[in-house]
């Protein structure tokens, strides 16, 4: 997967979920956190991993993108 | 009706504004200061939508015009007459005698009067424009006969976001729309999906702004990376539903035919954009810049000779230049940083970079590369087919009560300046237009014919998923369609579309409104496709310049005069009709 949520660090503000303009960030309802729902359809914009308040978003870039 | 949509509001407004991005958040704020209630929906979120949210950025404002007396960071720069500066980019760029830019709006004469204002707005929301000593740092390229100033773009997109709301603009994020309303030939407003929910809204407007941005989901952005079909260079929620919604409701689009071909680093995923103001744009004086080099480091535009070779068009000229150097044995090329004085390496890590998109400078680190040692691989990469809707200098569209702004109209030279002062006369223009309009008739048979449309993917059991039904489409086109195209690989093309439209779209399946979404895009790709292929067959020469504009048809591989004129395509009846224009 390209982009990983550190939960330890996630305080489930919904920045990333908000912003995501290609709807890959979902939201669980019941856990009430974010997850990567639609990983291969992430343009790698990089508005996630910037906009978190607690760095708990990291973008791998693929080696597809060397 | 499908267990996920269902429609439960209806929205009212004198203005309704489709698409947050510059054009858009500019047509709503004059529209609102216009004295008309205002509504924007947008098919992501505003605080990352269009070219600034995306972070394929801007940090460089094209085709100003800073008035006399302004601070500027070189005080020995001398910059001609505002006259001249126009007469040049209409000569550079192929305007005028020319007619390589085939657009019926005198774009650059508007935009080099008019940008130095947008300049002072975004300042006043806190965009940074000014270097710590308070002057403007700008960059003249006698050259393009461009004056470009730089900024500090960084979260600019928030900004416009946050502004929107305190004005009093009825924000709509995750909302797309569908289809346009029209009664009579005029624009009465759209029919919308929540992509996240799954509701569908009914908004009625006196005024519609379409700012949907260009066609960036026709080609696979680069043929050899098959694993993401939306690593793209322009954003790539950006469907072509400006020309495919446009079409749908009637309005006139143009330049369908025009593949937008420009230079990219190798890495898809790495802007180029941004480096333009430093990069390839030389200048007939002696200033540093980076080298466009081929593989025996032999610079491509040597200062001095890229007038004669290019025709002074920035993008145009560079495929057939670039193959000239492939048959010589001579690729690949690179971006050659490594003479520059540090404080421009700096500068263009910090602030192009940065701005211009962070992953960019992340992929630097990544991978390793230091531009002061390393060089940067580029390619030519398609960004979209140029296609937009046909709009005057009012920004108004072919149909009354539709104004359109930005890459919707295909009137994409001058970037972020285009987009915010076409969006202001958008909004000026759609406001002045709904005080007086009568309220519009909303036809109840057109709703429920476009809900059907809706509700269609969600019917379908073990149907294809979007995302597999796009990736063969833009396959298609690549493939038939990409750099050269001729009749017999045109006609091969719309065959097998014609096939996809007919046997596997209406097999596409959607389980939930997200893959709804990608379903309905699917649809507008398909439209948007077809238009270019109907298009290129159509004009029987070949044609290149403007920004990255190419029609290069292997049959007929000379340009021809009497193709000096804009070809359009309307709606009749559900036929593509074509019409060849003077403009």
């Given at each position: 997967?390209?982009?990983?949520i550190?939960?330890?660090?996630?305080?489930?503000c919904?920045?990333?979920?908000?912003d995501?303009?290609?709807?890959?960030?979902?939201?669980?309802?019941?856990?009430?956190?974010?997850?990567?729902?639609?990983?291969?359809?992430?343009?790698?914009?990089?508005?996630?991993?910037?906009?978190?308040?607690?760095k708990a978003?990291?973008?791998?870039?693929?080696?597809?993108?060397y | 009706?499908?267990?996920?949509?269902?429609?439960d509001?209806?929205?009212?407004s004198?203005?309704?504004?489709?698409?947050?991005?510059?054009?858009?958040?500019?047509?709503?704020?004059k529209?609102?200061?216009?004295?008309c209630?205002?509504?924007?929906?947008?098919?992501?979120?505003?605080?990352?939508?269009?070219?600034?949210?995306?972070?394929?950025?801007?940090?460089?404002?094209a085709y100003?015009?800073?008035?006399?007396?302004?601070?500027l960071?070189?005080?020995?720069?001398?910059?001609?007459?505002?006259?001249?500066?126009?007469?040049?980019?209409?000569?550079?760029?192929?305007?005028?005698?020319?007619?390589?830019?085939?657009n019926?709006?005198?774009?650059?004469?508007?935009?080099v009067k008019?940008?130095?204002?947008?300049?002072?707005?975004?300042?006043?929301?806190?965009?940074?424009f000014?270097?710590?000593?308070?002057?403007?740092?700008?960059?003249?390229m006698?050259?393009?006969?461009?004056?470009?100033?730089?900024?500090?773009?960084?979260?600019?997109q928030?900004?416009?976001?946050?502004?929107l709301?305190?004005?009093?603009?009825?924000?709509?994020?995750?909302t797309?729309?569908?289809?346009?309303?029209?009664?009579?030939?005029?624009?009465?407003?759209?029919?919308t999906?929540?992509?996240?929910?799954?509701n569908?809204?009914?908004?009625?407007?006196?005024?519609?702004?379409?700012?949907?941005?260009?066609?960036?989901?026709?080609?696979?952005?680069?043929?050899?990376?098959?694993s993401?079909?939306?690593?793209?260079?322009n954003?790539?929620?950006?469907?072509?539903?400006?020309?495919?919604?446009?079409?749908?409701?009637g309005a006139?689009?143009?330049?369908?035919?025009?593949?937008?071909i420009?230079?990219?680093?190798?890495?898809?995923r790495?802007?180029?954009?941004?480096?333009?103001?430093?990069?390839?744009w030389p200048?007939?004086?002696?200033?540093?810049?980076?080298?466009l080099?081929?593989a025996?480091?032999?610079?491509i535009?040597?200062?001095?000779?890229?007038?004669?070779?290019?025709?002074?068009t920035?993008?145009?000229?560079?495929?057939?230049?670039?193959?000239?150097?492939?048959?010589?044995?001579?690729?690949?090329?690179?971006?050659?940083?490594?003479?520059?004085?540090?404080?421009?390496?700096?500068?263009?890590?910090?602030?192009?970079?940065a701005?211009?998109?962070?992953?960019?400078?992340?992929?630097?680190?990544?991978?390793?590369?230091d531009l002061?040692?390393?060089?940067?691989?580029?390619?030519?990469?398609?960004?979209?087919?140029?296609?937009?809707?046909?709009?005057?200098?009012?920004?108004?569209?072919?149909l009354s009560g539709?104004?359109?702004?930005?890459?919707?109209?295909?009137?994409?030279?001058?970037?972020?300046?285009t987009?915010?002062?076409?969006?202001?006369r958008?909004?000026?223009?759609?406001?002045?237009?709904?005080?007086?309009?009568?309220?519009?008739?909303i036809?109840?048979?057109?709703?429920e014919?476009i809900?059907?449309?809706?509700?269609?993917?969600?019917?379908?059991?073990?149907?294809?998923?979007?995302i597999e039904?796009?990736?063969?489409?833009?396959?298609?086109?690549?493939?038939?369609s990409?750099?050269?195209?001729?009749a017999?690989?045109?006609?091969?093309?719309?065959?097998?579309?014609?096939d996809?439209?007919?046997?596997?779209?209406p097999?596409?399946?959607?389980?939930?409104?997200?893959?709804?979404?990608?379903?309905?895009?699917?649809?507008?790709?398909?439209?948007?496709?077809?238009?270019?292929?109907?298009?290129?067959?159509?004009?029987?020469?070949?044609?290149?310049?403007?920004?990255?504009?190419?029609?290069l048809?292997?049959?007929?591989?000379?340009r021809?005069?009497?193709?000096?004129?804009?070809?359009?395509?309307?709606?009749?009846?559900?036929?593509?009709?074509?019409?060849?224009?003077?403009c």
């Open positions: 997967m390209s982009i990983k550190n939960y330890s660090k996630c305080n489930a919904g920045i990333c979920y908000n995501c303009p290609m709807d890959v960030i979902a939201w669980d309802e019941e856990k009430n956190i974010p997850f990567i729902k639609y990983p291969d359809e992430c343009c790698y914009c990089g508005n996630c991993e910037l906009y978190c308040p607690k978003i990291a973008i791998l870039l693929p080696a597809t993108l | 009706m499908g267990k996920m949509t269902k429609t509001e209806f929205i009212t004198d203005v309704l504004v489709i698409g947050g991005g510059a054009a858009g958040y500019r047509a709503a704020i529209a609102i200061e216009g004295g209630d205002t509504v924007l929906i947008e098919k992501a979120a505003v605080r990352a939508a269009g070219c600034l949210g995306f972070c394929c950025g801007m940090e460089h404002f100003i015009y800073p008035p006399p007396g302004t601070l960071h070189n005080p020995n720069l001398s910059l001609p007459p505002i006259e001249e500066i126009i007469a040049r980019i209409d000569t550079l760029r192929g305007v005028k005698e020319e007619r390589m830019f085939l019926p709006t005198a774009t650059f004469s508007i935009i008019e940008g130095w204002d947008e300049v002072l707005e975004l300042e006043r929301l806190g965009v940074r000014r270097e710590d000593d308070g002057s403007y740092y700008v960059i003249y006698p050259a393009q006969g461009t004056i470009v100033a730089l900024f500090k773009g960084e979260g600019i928030h900004k416009l976001a946050t502004e709301s305190k004005r009093g603009v009825k924000v709509f994020d995750r797309m729309a569908v289809d346009l309303l029209t009664h009579n030939g005029t624009v009465a407003g759209a029919v999906l929540d992509v996240r929910t799954g569908i809204k009914v908004f009625q407007s006196k005024a519609t702004v379409l700012a949907t941005g260009s066609a960036s989901r026709s080609y696979l952005t680069d043929p050899l990376l098959q993401n079909i939306f690593v793209s260079q954003p790539p929620i950006a469907d072509g539903s400006n020309a495919a919604i446009g079409y749908r409701a006139e689009i143009i330049n369908s035919e025009f593949a937008w420009c230079l990219g680093a190798k890495s898809a790495v802007p180029f954009n941004g480096l333009a103001p430093f990069a390839l200048s007939d004086v002696p200033q540093p810049h980076p080298r080099i081929n025996k480091g032999e610079e535009f040597p200062e001095g000779k890229f007038k004669d070779k290019a025709a002074g920035f993008h145009a000229g560079f495929l057939p230049l670039l193959e000239e150097e492939e048959k010589l044995g001579n690729s690949p090329f690179f971006w050659d940083c490594r003479h520059l004085p540090e404080e421009m390496i700096q500068y263009i890590e910090q602030r192009s970079f701005q211009e998109g962070p992953i960019a400078l992340k992929w630097l680190q990544d991978r390793g590369i002061r040692k390393d060089l940067l691989e580029v390619t030519l990469r398609f960004f979209a087919i140029h296609a937009g809707v046909l709009i005057d200098e009012n920004a108004q569209t072919s539709l104004y359109a702004a930005g890459d919707a109209t295909s009137d994409t030279g001058g970037a972020l300046t987009a915010l002062v076409f969006g202001k958008a909004g000026i223009n759609a406001a002045k237009y709904a005080s007086e309009a009568k309220k519009t008739t036809n109840e048979a057109q709703v014919m809900k059907e449309c809706i509700l269609a993917p969600q019917m379908v059991k073990n149907g294809y998923a979007p039904v796009e990736k063969e489409v833009r396959s298609v086109m690549t493939r038939y990409g750099y050269y195209k001729s017999t690989t045109l006609n091969r093309a719309l065959e097998i579309l014609s996809l439209k007919a046997n596997i779209l097999r596409v399946s959607a389980k939930n409104p997200h893959e709804l979404m990608r379903a309905l895009e699917v649809r507008n790709i398909i439209l948007t496709i077809e238009m270019h292929l109907r298009a290129s067959l159509e004009r029987k020469e070949s044609r290149m310049g403007g920004f990255g504009h190419y029609h048809r292997r049959d007929y591989p000379e021809d005069p009497n193709w000096d004129k804009l070809l359009v395509v309307r709606n009749e009846g559900g036929d593509m009709k074509f019409i060849k224009r003077d």
